[in-house]
């Protein structure tokens, strides 16, 4: 799979993904107008590890609904993920078996030499 999910209202993920220089042949999923489904997120989940690395903590919701003050398990966040796409960290990329998720540099980085480099 090659497969970008995205915020199209986000200058991060438009800036990152001009960077990067996607290819055509990978699909983009505005996360926004087309939610995740469950299948997508297990696909997700199944790369990354855990629902936890998918999380954004810095999402808005996390913030005004005090879940930091709480003890979330794997269950708690896939439920979050799958409730409201702000929780997704942005943007994840999919380039067949590795997963690049977030706007960290060095992910960024990782993500770009993945793709130019195994195309």
């Known amino acids: 799979m090659k497969k970008v999910y995205y915020l199209s209202s ?16 990978f699909q983009k999923q505005d996360i926004k107008t087309q939610g995740i489904t469950e299948n ?9 590890g855990t629902y936890e690395a998918l999380f954004s903590k ?10 930091k ?8 966040f896939k439920n979050l993920l799958l409730e409201h796409y702000t929780f997704l960290k942005r943007p994840v990329i999919v380039n067949n078996d590795e997963i690049f998720i977030g706007n960290s540099k060095k992910t960024v980085e990782a993500a770009k030499n993945s793709i130019h480099n195994n195309t």
């Open 40 to 48: 997508e997120l297990e696909e997700l989940y199944n790369l990354a």
């Open 10 to 25: 986000c200058d991060t993920c438009k800036r990152i993904m001009k960077e990067i220089e996607i290819p055509q042949s």
């Open 58 to 67: 810095r999402a808005q919701l996390y913030k005004k609904r005090n879940l």
């Open 69 to 76: 003050d709480e003890q979330l398990l794997e269950e708690d």
